[in-house]
């Protein structure tokens, strides 16, 4: 005979998960076989299969179309883009970077011979707080030759501010936004934020394309540069550039990235339900804030994040994840996305409060393995962890 | 290549060939060892190989690791060793134009269990597990769609092996006629690719090689100088050593590859040969109408 538990069971005290099997999120989205083998067939029978062929010729300018940029140069992967960048600028010394920065924007800098300097970001976006900026930038005259701005979990840092910074101080500016894929600000893709924006075509991110990424400015002569330094094929006008990179895309990866181009507009507004979901399950939940997309753009929906106040919430955000892995719920934050913590020393006190907000954040599950229901049920699931939280905390795991 | 060492922040210093082999040795790379020498970055030739056992010899003699860019020496053996198998490390390509076509990509070799597990580490980003990175991480992933049709290329090796010794054995059998076109013999006694056809152009040969190529390309044969200009003649913005490499410098003027590889059957081969004949036939006549053009 069966007896109702006085409160809900939880996989973390040993009770069976609520999913099945691990709600994963993220999860490699491929078009439908029919396509992806019709696309690969005339690739075989071209037998044209890098080298700046005719799909990612294609690519770049369906992409240059969407972005409304003069150049569109598409790279192997985002962070080879991230090099080329700083490369093509010529930078050097220091580059302003913010304090939630990934291992992809360190290593580029590093491999460009560049010191990070740290900036501080808001806690409630996530993005760069342009206070800090201007104070690191009227310290630091001198050494800083850059700033790269990060479009952080599919919303848009404050460009125009660092627009007018980046002339006030004479430096460049150039944005990782391998996150802000399609997102539209004033009506316009974005593209256009900085000297060069870096785009990601990662299978881990909205608009895949088997690793690749791409690259957009409407400056010629950098364009020119950046397509000589990817590689001689497709490189255009000669012009001399220091080093070469290697940079090249492939056409199976074009052949991908086209693909998903044509579904993003349906990935997109299937994601925006699924975060509204979460919008509305998690409204009630005290002490656990969604991160919303700035209101001054169009997101691509591709992130959910919340943000945990321990105090309020009653349980560490450590704690919280590992009861939602107990119920087979992949929520996870990612030590590549905030490599930056290893580098920011507990003495920085001005960083200690992006650190703290750094330390707090934590990813729910969105994408094409997720559904709806899904989606109430991971809400359940944090609304009862809350109510449940001093229990749940004193557990030892 | 060069580009490679500036991104680590390291100098190239050219160093002169083996005249038969076309390759480094130990004794032209030894007189380029010195205090300031980091690493030995030796190069296969397209057809056969360095001598690579005197290479690893010269990098123990000296305490040097031994870097290989074996990119054309994927199925090559050196006295009946593998290539892949000599130095710290050996580098490969799949590269859509290499034996084994991945779209893109490549691949390392190493004997070395902490050196493999560096370069794992350098691939994904460098990342630690305390979360620091160490240097010159990269992503340098290969994604599945390239390793797939990396697989699929790999069981196709053999008989793509026996494809390009017949398309040689033709050239080799046809280019026999030719005066002053000799063909780069593989060294069957190896295991051999039989990938690359390349010709040098001997002093019996009537017309210079800037010629011979301008005539093959407008006839739309894709023949190209091997190696022209020599690395070392290429201008760079970071520093670079070369001394006196004047060997380098005379046989970089006197090689072409000539079209190879899937696409180019007995047919192609007829006609390119013949075409060759024909250049050295009417020598005279045709120099003069370039030259007044």
């Not at chain 1, 660092?162 to 997102?183: E, K, Q, T, W």
């Not at chain 1, 540069?225 to 074009?254: D, W």
């Not at chain 1, 349980?315 to 990612?334: T, Y």
């Not at chain 1, 109430?376 to 229990?391: F, G, H, K, P, W």
């Amino acid at each position: 005979m069966n007896t109702t538990p006085s409160h809900p069971t939880f996989g973390i005290l040993g009770a069976r998960p609520r999913f099945n099997t691990l709600l994963v999120g993220d999860t490699t989205y491929l078009p439908a076989p029919e396509r992806y083998e019709s696309i690969f067939r005339d690739i075989f029978a071209r037998q044209y299969y890098t080298n700046q062929g005719p799909l990612t010729s294609q690519l770049e300018q369906r992409l240059s179309v969407l972005h409304g940029m003069r150049h569109v140069v598409c790279v192997t992967n985002a962070t080879i883009g991230l090099i080329m960048a700083a490369e093509a600028m010529e930078l050097r010394d220091q580059v302003v970077v913010p304090a939630l920065a990934s291992t992809s924007v360190l290593q580029s800098l590093a491999w460009a011979g560049l010191e990070p300097i740290f900036c501080n970001i808001d806690s409630s976006t996530h993005q760069m707080n342009i206070g800090h900026v201007t104070d690191i930038l009227n310290q630091n005259r001198g050494a800083i030759s850059g700033i790269l701005a990060v479009n952080q979990w599919g919303s848009i840092c404050d460009a125009p501010a660092l627009r007018s910074l980046a002339s006030r101080f004479g430096i460049h500016l150039y944005f990782d936004s391998v996150h802000a894929f399609a997102n539209v600000v004033n009506g316009a893709s974005i593209g256009s934020l900085g000297d060069v924006e870096v785009f990601s075509l990662h299978s881990s991110q909205i608009m895949g394309g088997a690793e690749g990424g791409f690259l957009c400015t409407n400056d010629d002569a950098l364009a020119a540069r950046l397509r000589n330094i990817r590689s001689s094929y497709g490189a255009g006008t000669f012009t001399a550039v220091a080093k070469t990179s290697n940079g090249r895309m492939s056409e199976a990866q074009a052949a991908l990235g086209l693909l998903h181009l044509d579904d993003f507009p349906q990935l997109q507004s299937r994601n925006l339900a699924l975060l509204q979901r979460y919008e509305s399950g998690l409204e009630k939940v005290s002490g656990l804030r969604l991160l919303k997309p700035s209101d001054t753009c169009n997101s691509n929906y591709a992130y959910v994040v919340c943000q945990v106040d321990e105090s309020v919430f009653g349980m560490s955000r450590d704690r919280l994840i590992a009861v939602l892995k107990a119920e087979n719920i992949n929520a996870r934050h990612h030590p590549c996305l905030e490599a930056s913590l290893a580098y920011i020393a507990p003495e920085e006190d001005q960083l200690q409060h992006s650190v703290d907000v750094i330390r707090n954040y934590f990813q729910l599950p969105l994408g094409v393995d997720v559904s709806v229901h899904d989606v109430d049920q991971v809400c359940a699931v944090l609304a009862e962890a809350r109510t449940y939280a001093t229990m749940l905390k004193k557990i030892e795991v | 290549m060069a580009d490679i060492a500036a991104w680590v922040k390291l100098v190239p210093h050219y160093c002169e060939i083996d005249a038969h082999t076309l390759g480094i040795n130990a004794e032209t790379a030894a007189r380029c060892i010195n205090e300031n020498t980091a690493l030995l970055l030796a190069v296969h030739p397209i057809v056969n190989c360095c001598e690579i056992d005197g290479l690893v010899g010269l990098a123990e003699r000296n305490n040097l690791p031994l870097l290989v860019d074996a990119v054309e020496s994927v199925y090559e053996t050196y006295k009946g060793k593998k290539i892949g198998s000599f130095g710290n490390a050996e580098c490969f390509s799949m590269h859509a134009s290499k034996l084994i076509n991945g779209f893109e990509g490549g691949y390392l070799t190493t004997n070395d269990p902490d050196l493999a597990e560096k370069l794992i580490k350098m691939r994904s980003m460098g990342v630690l597990e305390d979360g620091r990175t160490i240097p010159h991480g990269i992503d340098a992933t290969m994604n599945d769609v390239h390793a797939a049709m990396a697989l699929a290329s790999l069981l196709d090796l053999p008989a793509q092996v026996e494809r390009n010794r017949m398309r040689y054995e033709a050239y080799k059998h046809m280019l026999g006629s030719v005066p002053g076109i000799n063909l780069l013999a593989f060294d069957e006694r190896e295991q051999c690719s039989y990938k690359n056809i390349v010709v040098r152009l001997s002093a019996e040969w009537p017309l210079s090689r800037a010629d011979t190529l301008s005539i093959l390309h407008s006839e739309r044969v894709i023949a190209r100088p091997y190696y022209s200009p020599a690395l070392h003649m290429k201008r760079t913005t970071y520093p670079t050593i070369a001394g006196d490499l004047s060997l380098t410098e005379s046989l970089a003027e006197q090689f072409m590859l000539l079209p190879c590889g899937y696409f180019v059957d007995d047919d192609d081969t007829a006609l390119i040969v013949s075409l060759l004949r024909f250049i050295h036939d009417h020598a005279d006549q045709i120099t003069r109408q370039l030259h007044q053009k």
